[in-house]
Nanobody, 117 residues
Framework: QVQLVESGGGLVQPGGSLRLSCAYS????????MAWYRQAPGKERELLST???????HYAVSVEGRFTISRDNVKNTVYLQMTNLKPEDTAVYYC???????????WGQGTQVTVSS
């Protein structure tokens, strides 16, 4: 069973930047993909970005060009570098990992990102 711990959120002004981290641990077979999601109040969880084991990345239109996903396989960590943040980016951010073809059914506590002046 995979455990996920997100960190790095906070309060930032519009136009600012943050770097989120997600450390994963537990009984792991082969992590072949990682992803970042977010959930704003009253909205459904939204997939933002994925990165495969080969480094192939995909982004939602809402964040493409502003957010960058990366991974450190030695540290078992996935990152989300966020730039040019907007108030509409305010949400709780979550990560997930795909272990041997199966996305974890367990989620971490998430990390709150608030973009406000």
């Amino acid at each position: 069973q995979v455990q996920l711990v997100e960190s790095g959120g906070g309060l930032v002004q519009p136009g600012g930047s943050l770097r989120l981290s997600c450390a994963y641990s537990g009984v792991i077979s082969s992590i072949d993909a990682m992803a970042w999601y977010r959930q704003a109040p009253g909205k459904e969880r939204e997939l933002l970005s994925t990165i495969s084991s080969s480094g192939l990345t995909h982004y939602a239109v809402s964040v493409e060009g502003r957010f960058t996903i990366s991974r450190d396989n030695v540290k078992n960590t996935v990152y989300l570098q966020m730039t040019n943040l907007k108030p509409e980016d305010t949400a709780v951010y979550y990560c997930n990992v795909r272990d041997n073809g199966r996305w974890s059914p367990n989620w971490g506590q998430g990390t709150q990102v608030t973009v406000s002046s």
